[in-house]
């Protein structure tokens, strides 16, 4: 075990507490208990690939040893190493070859494999037997063994997985997937057996395809194997297999053993091609083969993404699928690929909810209806309705108004119907422009006229012509603007016939039909014919012969889904049956082929099909007579009264062959549609209509609206829910919306009683209630039935004194009415208790009259107090006066007693419910004493709000254009006492008028007083108290005094943010502040802000719930990088540099007094931190004060924490240690040049076109953004630059720098604490031409010889490459001449010629002088003496072709026996080799640059006069519909004796198809039958909503 050292004797303990602080790194628990250091960092890995090493350490803490080892290792670096890398084994033997052994000098080989020490570096001597151990350990990394993972590492064998894990027991599969679960691939293994003739002398053993692993053959018996290769890019290959050994075959490593009665052939894989083992006749005895090797799965199924969701809102579904995926090519293919490896399962689909947001709801207006007058200027409305979508159902459902964003469209507007009685039109525009929106401009100087006609629709055929209708100034001609001219003048729409001559003949191109087959090669046709357009209008079409149409017929039938089938089973057709009843038997011929790309078919070994092989034979018989249903009567109604359901039940019987009839089981019988055993009915409406189940319950889409009438109107529309206060002799539409519930059946009482259709009141089918003109008598309450469900509408009327009319049943004198008005705030507040609404449908019938009685009059009081406000906002009344002068004068024309309305008011006025109902609470949690002060409060406001709601509705139907009167400015409302303004008028001008006093700022006057408690409920209080809010408070009265000149301004804000006042949280007069009700929102510090042009001044008041703490917080975050001091309060965060003192206040309020304690980081200071009144001071900040500060008021009610956040800023600065940038340099650009800025600036000299890195050293806290310049420019600015900026700021890279790219390079590092600017230049050098000293002449003698002057690149006067200076103006250079002299005599040759023979050795010769060349370039023959003495004469003669004579040959033709593969055509074979001239056999290879003769070829045989014979179609086994085929015998027959032969033979030839469908037109009744064997899965995934599973089934989704 290893152990950390103990410390010497009398080491300091400074020394051990030194040690113990400096630990490398936190340490976890385990660690602090088991007495060990922190581990270190990993080390750098032994190797950079091929699977390396890591080390750490750890360092014993105690005086006594640790437990454990104090190094860890892990694998790194595991990567493939490139091929020229080679073994590490061998790297390590080899850095010893320049080191002598026992005095000499030795090439090392490794030496792998041992079992003894596998760590241990033994290597031999190449050439020798001698192998020694030159080292004990191996470096860590290294491999265990040539085979294994395993890998040594400190001189041990340490296990290693698959996963290069450490330990790992995990291994691969035989798939080859590491921990797999052999699940990717498939074993195959079989047998073959050889059949090789002397025509036929080899045949393919086994194809074995790419990505194949273990594979092993063991071929028994004379022939030999051989291997022929198919890469995926097409390369093919053949190896002979001639000797024992390991080949690399397309890189796949072949283990071959050649033994003299057997061959074993291995190949570990994963292949790399597709290899086709082959086998070569040897000799006169078989040889069978056995193959075993996993075979990978290509083809597997893969889950689709979902498909787009069945609806874009609302709520819909959306569908997965599955689709099979070639893994080799990285294609979808076709599903039979898939269905071919019985371990794929196809997934079945998935299906799940999507876009699940509801639809928006939006405004979809009706048609505008006629106009109301037929000349002049009338009306038109519309009803706009507020729906929404629901996608699932494909329904629309009507929702309240407000549920719409945005302007609702107009549901009025004016028309002109033109002038009345031929009279010139007095209507005036501007008259109508306030009221509907204005029309255009009418003159009658432009009018409507024809001017020609468009272009014909068609060439051909029959067209039509528009005649164009324009708007013409009538004085002038000139075209105008449409607007101009009467809509309703425009003449009708003109049009004629054009082009009516027939149109050529063309071709008529149907759509292709399906392929006819997935895979081999498919047909797909269309119909084509040439057909004669006669006439366009009457689309009358005549069909002609092909040769009319003078176009080149267009193709009808062409190819499709050209690729190889994967093998399959393909059964004959089964033969008849053996016996026609009581059991027979039938039998077929089933093969395994595979249909190639050419549509021929391949026959394969049963071994290829690996599906489970179809039946060859089967039972068959003919007894009874199909099963059938025998249906009986409907039975009666269940119901005696509405909807209601019939049935009948339903026998399966059987009729035998002996004629009787008999029952059966009914599953015996097809599948019955649900519809043929039960079937609604529906019966008289029933009187009292029972409850429904909740699911199917009616429902009414009630309106919960207020509506006061103000001026006189023809007829009103209403939906049920609401409140109507209406003028007498309104016509009243009252709609009754339903769902779930039949319109017809909805009946409508009032008061109780039922209604019926009278002269005055209408009862209108679906829905409708109709008053014609209001009387005293129709007031009262109204209720529409929709089943159990009931919505009412109250109707009452105003009276000319604009007080509401009584009940005429009980006349009720005004004595009584006052009485009722005062109680109905409180009775309406009972109500609010129940739905928001007018009643419960719940309870018994007297409960729900008793309490219609009650809610009737919910509202009368604020309707009667707001239709006696006399406080309408003047400045709007002006306005609308103007605007609606019009209508007013019409509407006083039409009724002489309208002075009951109210004339400056809009038409009718509409309040929501819960609007109204908020007040009436808030009066009703008044003081009494207050009520009614503010109730004429609410009532104004109320006024003001409805008023302002009707003008800015008015204002969204008015076009910009036509806006002609200015609307008055509302100012914001503010809630305010009733009498504040008043108030606050006369105190400012008693404030201006007085003596002039000395200018002072705000102070506000501190009161020393306890909150006084009024009343029970209510509370005052002066600011620096705390009021403790209980369950009876009511009103809290927050008072304010300040002093000051000018006379400040006094705001309120809580918990740091401005008030918001509201109708329960007011402004007094005197700036005090009251909230009503309080609740607990309204908890918090409340302060008193006062603000003049001198200053400002705030005190704060807290107020809590029952007595429970409050601390006074900020949200805010504070950034300080220059003051000494900073002070906040708690709850923020605190951003500031080192040195400054900060302090944290934590303003406490509770009842009793909080008691406050702070914390940091959850750990609680200690009183020395602690200032006055709960503050926290921590001077002199440094980073380990950075923190969390947390401060926790505590009493007897409970307790509350803020904190605030403390972060230290360091500004940014040059760091001390600069190895990490120029590191980070190092790495970004190993052999780029490289400079780092500086505050005072730094230079770097480059070459043109290089590249350079500039690192910008920086620290600081945040960590600074940094952002580079060039000259002083942003960097991203600069023109002609091309630069990258890397490891987040901190390097610049610049390429291709030339002369107009250098300059000044800066960076900017900035963070929240300052700045800091780096710079650095970069200087580029330049290139230049240079004319040195004369070059080498280019001969020793004769009259060739020239110098050329040397031409130089030069960079700063070193040579570099000429490209360098390929722009700068080149020297002109001339040659001079130089060694013009006579040559010495020397030997000259010819070519040599021809070899006289071409293989078994010949000669060639050639021709050799000795001649001397002149100083003119004349050369002369010279005695061979003179070339001797100077050089041996060159040899004359030589031998050539020295290789074997070596030919083609071949034996005689084998018999005509072959496949046949035309008529009386058939195949022979014959045996071609390579031998010597002399009969020697030689391998292929040598005679491989000869013309190799054929070994096939056509021969005639009388077996081969064969042809197809085919029989007549049988009748066709449908009438109608899809399903129906024929078939006929198609067999291959003899020419000349005309007997059936093996089909085989005939396979030259395509062979015509033996069933075909046939009556495929629609039946009449469509039978509902399943058409996939997936339905059952389509009804448990409940897909059946769906159109196109519902059609395929049929019979499934009917008995959904």
């Known amino acids: 075990m290893e152990c950390c050292r103990r410390a010497a004797p009398g080491t300091p303990l400074l020394f051990l507490a030194f040690l113990l602080l400096s630990s490398r790194a936190a340490r976890s628990e385990e660690d602090r208990d088991s007495l060990w250091d922190a581990w270190g960092p990993w080390s750098e890995c032994s190797r950079t690939c091929g699977g390396g090493a890591s080390y750490s350490l750890r360092r014993c803490l105690s005086s006594k040893s640790c437990e454990g080892r104090n190094i860890r290792y892990r694998t790194c670096s595991n990567v493939d190493c490139p091929p020229e890398a080679g073994d590490f084994r061998a790297q390590q033997c080899s850095a ?68 290069h894990q450490l330990g790992s027991t995990v291994k691969e599969d035989n798939c080859g997937v590491c921990n797999g679960d052999g699940s990717t691939c498939r074993l195959v293994r079989g047998q073959y057996k050889s059949q090789l003739s002397a025509t036929k002398l080899d045949d393919t053993v086994v194809a074995i395809p790419y990505g194949s692993r273990h594979i092993r053959l063991v071929l028994k018996g004379p022939d030999h194997l051989y291997l022929e290769t198919k890469t995926l890019q097409g390369t093919k290959g053949e190896n002979s297999l001639s000797s024992t050994g390991t080949f690399l075959v397309d890189n796949s490593s072949v283990d071959f053993q050649k033994f003299p009665d057997k061959e074993i052939l291995r190949m570990a894989g994963p292949l790399t091609a597709d290899f086709i083992v ?118 629309v459902a009507d929702l309240p108004v407000d549920e719409c964003e945005g302007p609702k469209p107009a549901s009025q507007r004016a028309c002109y119907s033109g002038p009345c009685n031929g009279e010139i039109s007095e209507f005036n525009v501007d008259e109508t422009d306030g009221l509907f929106g204005g029309l255009q401009d009418f003159d009658e100087l ?19 012509q528009e005649a164009v209708v324009s708007c013409l100034n009538k004085q002038t001609r000139e075209p105008a603007d449409e607007n101009l001219c009467v809509t309703s003048r425009r003449p009708p729409q003109l049009l004629k016939s054009c082009n009516l001559d027939p149109c050529p003949a063309r071709w008529e191109i149907g759509k292709w039909s399906p392929c006819s087959l997935t895979c081999g090669v498919g047909l797909q046709t269309r119909d084509v014919f040439c057909s004669h357009l006669l006439s366009r209008e009457l689309n ?123 029952v059966i089981n009914s599953t015996l019988c097809p599948p019955l549609p649900f519809s043929s055993s039960i079937r609604p009915c529906m019966l008289a409406t029933c009187a009292r209509p029972g409850r429904p189940s909740t699911k199917h319950s009616p429902h009414i889409a009630a309106a919960r609206k207020v509506y006061i009438q103000t001026r006189r109107q023809r007829r009103l529309h209403f939906v049920v829910g609401g409140f109507a206060y209406l003028l007498p002799k309104t016509a009243v539409v009252l709609r009754c919306p339903t769902r779930r519930f039949r319109k017809p059946l909805i009946t409508w009482e009032k008061d109780g009683q039922h209604l019926i259709s009278s002269a005055h009141v209408t009862v209108a089918p679906f829905g409708y209630l109709k008053i014609h003109r209001l009387k005293p008598s129709d007031a009262g309450i109204y209720t529409c039935s929709a089943g159990p469900a009931r919505e009412h509408f109250v109707i009452k009327l105003i009276g000319g004194n604009h007080k509401l009319v009584a009940q005429p049943l009980g006349l009720r004198s005004e004595e009584e009415v006052l009485p009722a008005r005062k109680a109905s705030t409180k009775e309406a507040l009972q109500t609010h208790k129940h739905r928001n609404g007018i009643f419960s449908t719940n309870g018994s019938k007297a409960e729900k009259r008793g309490l219609a009685v009650d809610t009737g009059s919910r509202y009368d009081d604020l309707v009667s107090r707001l239709l006696e406000q006399g406080g309408w906002p003047g400045e709007l009344l002006a306005s609308w006066e103007v605007q609606d002068s019009t209508e007013r004068n019409a509407s006083s024309e039409e009724d002489g007693n309208a002075e009951q309305a109210l004339p400056h008011l809009p038409f009718t006025m509409v309040a929501e419910q819960k609007r109204l109902d908020d007040i009436l609470r808030n009066i009703s949690q008044q003081p009494e004493e207050l009520r009614d002060l503010y109730r004429k409060h609410l009532v104004a406001q109320l006024a003001q709000e409805l008023f302002r709601s009707h003008v800015e509705h008015q204002d969204s139907l008015l076009k910009p254009s036509e806006q002609r009167i200015p609307l008055v400015a509302i100012p914001p409302r503010k809630h305010v006492s009733g009498f504040s303004s008043a108030l606050r008028t006369s105190t400012s001008s008693q404030a201006s008028g007085g003596p002039r006093r000395p200018q002072r700022k705000p102070a506000i006057l501190r009161k020393i007083s306890a909150a006084q408690q009024l009343s029970a409920s209510e ?41 918001q006042f509201s109708d329960r949280i007011l402004l007094q007069p005197d700036d005090s502040l009251q909230i009503l009700a309080p609740v607990e929102a309204d908890v918090g510090f409340y302060t008193c802000n006062a603000t003049n042009a001198l200053g400002y001044d705030s005190v704060s008041i807290a107020v809590t719930l029952a007595g429970k703490p409050l601390v006074k917080t900020s949200r805010m975050t504070v950034i300080n990088t220059e003051k000494p001091a900073v002070t906040v309060d708690v709850g923020g965060t605190i951003k500031t540099v080192q040195g400054v003192n900060v302090t944290i206040n934590c303003q406490v309020a509770g009842v009793p007094e909080a008691e406050v304690s702070w914390f940091r980081n959850k750990s609680k200071l200690g009183s020395p931190h602690h200032l006055h ?137 900035q963070n929240e604490a300052g700045v800091l600017w780096q710079k650095a230049s970069l200087m580029i050098q330049d290139y230049w031409w240079s004319v040195d000293r004369l070059a080498t002449c280019s001969a020793s003698c004769g009259n060739r010889g020239v110098q050329q002057p040397r031409l130089r690149c030069l960079l700063n ?40 023979r071409s293989c078994g050795g010949g000669i060639q010769t050639r021709r050799v002088t000795c001649q001397k060349l002149k100083a003119t370039g004349i050369s002369t023959p010279v005695s061979n003496d003179m070339c001797t003495q100077l050089a041996k004469r060159p040899v004359d003669t030589q031998a050539c072709n020295q290789q074997l004579c070596v030919e083609w040959a071949f034996s005689s033709w084998g018999q005509c026996n072959g496949p046949c593969i035309g008529p009386h055509l058939a195949v022979q074979h014959r045996q071609v080799f390579c031998q010597t001239r002399d009969g020697i056999t030689l391998p292929s290879e040598q005679c491989s640059a000869l013309p190799r003769p054929v070994s096939t070829q056509n021969c005639w045989s009388e077996a081969c006069s064969v042809h197809w014979r085919v029989s007549l179609w049988t009748l066709c086994t449908a009438t109608c519909g899809n399903y129906g085929f024929q078939s006929r015998r198609v067999e291959c027959v003899h020419a000349r004796t005309n007997k059936a032969v093996p089909d085989h033979l005939c396979s030259w030839g395509p062979r015509p198809a033996n069933w075909q469908r046939c009556n495929i037109t629609p039946c009449e009744n469509m039978e509902c039958r399943d058409t996939t064997r997936y339905c059952e899965k389509v009804k448990q995934l409940k897909l059946c909503q769906l159109s196109q599973f519902k059609s395929r089934c049929c019979g499934t989704c009917g008995k959904a």
């Open 96 to 163: 010893h070859n320049d080191v002598k052994h026992h005095g000499q000098f030795y090439e090392w080989l490794p030496v792998s494999n041992d079992p003894d020490n596998p760590c241990s570096l033994k290597c031999q001597a190449k050439g020798t037997t001698l192998i020694v151990e030159l080292a004990p350990k191996v470096l860590d990394g290294t491999r265990c063994y040539t085979e294994s993972l395993d890998m040594c590492i400190s001189g041990l064998c340490q296990i290693v997985g698959c996963d």
């Open 278 to 395: 082959k086998v070569r006749n040897s000799g006169p005895a078989d040889s069978t083969v056995q193959f075993i090797f996993y075979q990978p799965i290509i083809h597997r199924w893969r889950e689709t993404d979902f498909f787009p969701c069945s609806a874009t809102c609302g709520g819909g579904y959306q569908l997965t699928s599955a689709e099979c995926y070639d893994l080799r090519s990285n294609r979808v293919v076709a599903d039979q690929y898939c269905h071919y490896y019985p371990e794929n399962i196809k997934p079945k689909p998935k299906l799940q909810e999507c876009n699940l947001d509801p639809c928006p709801a939006r405004f979809i207006p009706e048609a505008w209806s006629a106009c109301s007058v037929t000349c002049g200027v009338g009306t038109q409305v519309r009803i706009v309705r507020c729906q929404v979508l629901l996608s699932f159902s494909q329904s």
């Open 446 to 464: 432009h009018d409507w006229e024809y001017e020609g006609f468009t272009k014909c629709s068609e060439s051909c055929g029959g067209g039509v």
């Open 540 to 662: 009358e079409t005549v069909i002609l012969a092909d040769e009319l149409c003078h176009q080149p017929k267009p193709s009808t039938v062409q190819a499709c889904n050209r690729f190889n089938c994967p093998p399959a089973w393909y059964p004959a057709q089964w033969q008849p049956c053996s016996r026609t009843c009581g059991g027979g038997e039938q039998r077929r011929e089933v093969l395994c082929k595979q249909r190639m790309a050419d549509g021929s078919f391949l026959e394969l070994p049963e071994t290829f099909c690996s599906v489970s092989k179809p039946a060859s034979q089967q039972a068959c018989r003919r007894d009874d007579c199909p099963s059938e249903w025998l249906l009986s009567e409907w039975t009666e109604c269940s119901t005696s009264c509405g909807e209601g359901t019939q049935t009948r039940s339903a026998v399966c019987r059987k009729m035998l062959k002996t004629g009787v009839s008999t």
């Open 1019 to 1059: 509370v005052v209080t002066h600011l620096g108290q705390t009021v403790a809010l209980a369950s009876g408070t009511l009103s809290v009265l927050l008072h304010c005094e300040a002093v000051g000149n000018p006379r400040p301004t006094i705001t309120w804000a809580r918990n740091g943010e401005e008030v």
């Open 1173 to 1309: 009144e709960g503050s926290l001071l921590l001077a002199n900040v440094s980073s380990s004060d950075q923190g969390l500060y947390s401060c926790r008021a505590a009493n007897l009610h409970g307790e509350l924490m803020e904190s605030t956040q403390l972060l230290i800023l360091d500004p940014p600065e040059v760091p001390a240690q600069l190895e990490d940038i120029r590191a980070l340099l190092s790495a970004t650009g190993p052999n780029l040049p490289s400079v780092l800025t500086s505050p005072l600036g730094t230079q770097l000299v480059l070459d043109p076109g290089n590249s350079a890195l500039l690192g910008c050293p920086i620290k600081g806290h945040p960590i600074p953004n940094i952002t580079w310049f060039h000259d002083g420019q942003p960097i991203a600015t600069a023109a002609g630059l091309t630069h990258h900026i890397l490891a987040a700021g901190q390097i610049l890279q610049v390429a291709n720098l030339s002369g107009e790219t250098p300059g000044e390079f800066s960076c900017l590092a």
């Open 1357 to 1396: 006067s070193t040579e570099v490459n000429p490209t360098h200076c390929a722009g700068k103006i080149r020297p002109a250079v001339q040659p001079v001449a130089c060694n013009r002299r006579d040559c010495p005599s020397r030997w000259m040759v010819t070519s040599w010629s021809a070899c006289t």
